[in-house]
């Protein structure tokens, strides 16, 4: 197993924001998708009870997650943000 090579705090924080953008993306993408009426409609017919009421908690509970993490991302490049912009628009 290789050692931990220590890394700048910012790093850790916008690598764990990252991490955690993803997951409750995937959540709040694959409960999507099973929400979806055709699907829905599918495994009612195929005699597939799926539990909807825990998949729409799961849902809305990883799409507020999500936003909160969205939120945090851009606050924390939020400099180079404003650089990119201004470059982009020729005020630098």
């Known amino acids: ?18 991490v955690g953008l993803g997951i409750s993306f995937f959540l709040c993408f ?3 998708i099973l929400k979806l ?3 829905v ?3 009612h017919r195929a005699s597939i009870d799926l539990p909807s009421v825990q998949i729409t908690q799961i849902h809305d509970a990883s799409g507020v997650i999500f936003g909160v993490f969205a939120l945090v991302h ?3 490049n939020r400099k180079w943000l404003v ?4 470059k982009l628009l020729g005020r630098e």
Do not use: E, I
């Open 74 to 76: 851009l606050a924390l």
């Open 83 to 86: 650089s990119v912009t201004r």
């Open 30 to 32: 694959f409960t999507g």
């Open 41 to 43: 409609q599918f495994f």
């Open 1 to 18: 197993m290789m050692p931990m090579v220590p890394v700048p705090r910012v790093v850790l924080k916008k690598y764990l924001v990252d």
């Open 37 to 39: 009426p055709g699907l």
